[in-house]
């Protein structure tokens, strides 16, 4: 072949413009290189940094809780309400009316790789103050850095560094992030994890309470039939505990046995026998013995001069030994009532004959009573 000769094929093919590399090579698989990792180690890895907050100051928390561990968690939630009920993000309750309901968020950002945090849209706000944190305690009115957002306004998400210092309400914490995900000496936690703050709520008293109201269906609930039956049910169980607490019988307790058995030699005190009591205006005790005589009451005497009441009649045209009123019709008494007192202290209705002795059995002469009384009566 000379030069500048073109072949037929690649003739042909330069006037069409094709080229045999442009056509698919095929399902041809190329081998990949697989790594298999450890099971135990790819359960235990975590892609993200070690995140611990230490409380430096608080007025709502327990002095015994001082650090909240999010080791396994990529998300943890700031707010004055308890989490809902199965919910999976751990929440960090501060029970002030300075914090909202769900006040601020901590994420991790997988994209760049860090923590930020951001503000829900509090009223009150959160404080980042970055640059680490010195002080032992941040009071309300010093430096808490600056504010995320306005008032009820939600923040962009703002970088979380070591020591950063995070204030909400009146709670500061300090921020310790670790890339090698081991803690150091100041947020390690206690063998037994009692400084460290709950993040999800005791599920033992939401049982309780759930057994003893029933089971509540989760479709279809209507919350103010749900808080109405609520109510219906702790005022039924209320009334119940009183109801059952009155229905016990009141022990009667007898008095006047208690009172035989203490003074066993005293008399009874019967109608027509007189009273044992010195203090008795009719019965006066002597001092040789227990036997009462019957006081005499005194016979009636004018009213002295100096008498008010006899004063006021006299000048009214009143005299001594003449009736009230004036002139022919004056018709009233003389000489004033005479006062007879009742002898052996008998009321009215009592017979003629009382009895005058204590001996005897007073519920035996009772029922003699009431015999005669009946046959009279047939």
């Given at each position: ?22 056509e698919?090579?095929?399902d ?38 001082r ?7 990529k ?69 808490l ?48 994890g ?8 005791a ?11 029933g ?9 103010k ?6 109510k219906r049910?702790?005022l039924s ?13 009141s022990s ?13 030699s ?6 027509g ?18 036997t009462?005589?019957?006081e ?21 045209g ?11 019709n004056a ?5 004033p ?6 002898s052996?202290?008998s ?32």
């Open positions: 072949m000379e030069d500048g000769e073109v072949s037929g094929t690649n003739h042909i093919h330069a006037e069409t413009g094709y080229d045999p590399a442009y698919w090579p095929g041809t698989e190329v081998p990949q290189p697989t790594t298999v990792l450890n099971e135990s180690l790819s359960s235990t890895f975590k892609s993200w940094s070690l995140l611990r907050l230490l409380v430096q100051t608080s007025s709502v928390l327990p002095k015994v809780q650090l909240a561990v999010l080791d396994e968690h998300e943890v939630q700031f707010g004055r309400d308890v989490a809902p009920a199965g919910s999976g993000t751990p929440r960090v309750r501060l029970k002030e009316m300075a914090v909202s309901k769900v006040h601020a968020t901590m994420f991790w950002d997988a994209g760049r790789r860090e923590w930020a945090v951001v503000d829900m849209g509090s009223k009150h706000g959160s404080f980042l103050r970055p640059g680490g944190y010195s002080g032992p305690t941040v009071n309300v009115g010093e430096d850095g600056f504010r995320l957002s306005p008032s009820r306004v939600a923040s962009f998400p703002r970088t979380l560094r070591h020591k950063d210092a995070l204030t909400i309400g009146s709670t500061t914490f300090v921020v310790h992030i670790h890339s090698d995900r081991m803690s150091c000496e100041g947020c390690a936690s206690s063998g037994s009692d400084n460290t703050i709950p993040l999800f709520p599920s033992k008293g939401v049982k309780r309470a759930r057994e003893e109201l089971p509540i269906p989760s479709e279809g609930r209507d919350a039939k749900a808080l109405t039956m609520l049910t702790l169980r209320h009334d119940a505990s009183r109801s059952s607490a009155s229905s016990q019988p009667y307790v007898d008095r006047s046995a208690k009172r035989r058995a203490l003074f066993p005293s008399p009874l005190d019967t109608p026998a007189p009273s044992p009591r010195s203090d008795s205006p009719s019965v006066q005790v002597t001092s040789s013995g227990s009462p005589i019957s005499i009451p005194a016979p009636p005497q004018p009213l002295p001069e100096s008498n008010i009441g006899r004063q006021l009649l006299m000048k009214q009143w005299q001594p030994g003449t009736a009230l009123g004036s002139g022919v018709s009233g008494l003389v000489e009532l005479e006062v007879s007192a009742t052996n202290r009321g009215l209705g009592m017979p003629e004959k009382a009895p005058t002795s204590s001996s005897g059995d007073w519920r035996e002469s009772g029922k003699q009573k009431r015999w005669a009384d009946m046959i009279d009566k047939k």
